[in-house]
């Protein structure tokens, strides 16, 4: 079945918000080295993009965690898919993510890196849905603060579709 999709911000908007928010990034890492995480699968168009964009020296690691399996609503259970193949001891660590909605992920991750020696550990989020938030977790870096819809697109899927639309659609 294909589900009706309609777009709830553009190519082009994601596309303006990322470069600003990797400029904002040099800007705030200046004369630091910045080590990115990317969060398998969801984070991997928000890094990539994010990165081109970010003009102090990186490093880029990859965890993969999965929490929703092929439905709407988080299972509330952070399973690690693949761990990080570095140390991130003494680093200054930004997690890059697509989404925070329950805020699961993220504090699992963050209380998970905390636990591994980083200099800091900052999160950079393309797009945070605030009224489904069950946990509490700081974001630092936010692209799109948006409505309580399950969006899909740059990264973000619907029983694994979607993740290469170019924008950030709705499913109807
Ligand atoms: O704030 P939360 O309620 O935890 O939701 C956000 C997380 O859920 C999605 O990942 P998912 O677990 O579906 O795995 P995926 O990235 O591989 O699609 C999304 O990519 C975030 O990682
Ligand atoms: O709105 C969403 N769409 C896709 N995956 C998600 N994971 C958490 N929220 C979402
Ligand atoms: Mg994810």
Redesign the pocket.
């Known amino acids: 079945m294909n589900e009706t999709i309609n777009v709830l911000i553009s190519e082009e908007e994601v596309n303006k918000k990322i470069q600003s928010l990797g400029e904002q990034i040099s800007k705030d890492y200046a004369g630091k080295e910045l080590h990115l995480i990317c ?5 991997v168009f928000a890094t990539c993009e994010l990165a081109k964009h970010i003009s102090v020296p990186l490093s880029i690691d990859f965890m993969s ?4 399996g092929d439905g709407f609503v ?1 299972s509330g259970r952070v399973k690690i898919i693949k761990d990080l193949d570095d140390s991130i001891e003494g680093k200054d660590v930004l997690i890059v ?10 504090k699992y991750l963050v209380d998970l890196l905390n636990t591994r020696k980083p200099n800091s550990v900052k999160i950079c989020t393309l797009l945070d849905k605030p009224d489904r938030r069950t946990t509490d977790v700081a974001v630092d870096y936010v692209g799109f603060q948006i409505p309580d819809k399950f969006v899909v697109g740059y990264g ?2 619907y029983m694994q579709k979607y993740r290469n639309l170019p924008y950030i659609g709705v499913i109807e």
Do not use: A, F, P, Q
């Open positions: 969060v398998l699968k969801g984070g965690v999965s929490s929703y988080s993510e697509d989404i925070i909605d329950s805020g699961n992920t993220l973000l899927d």
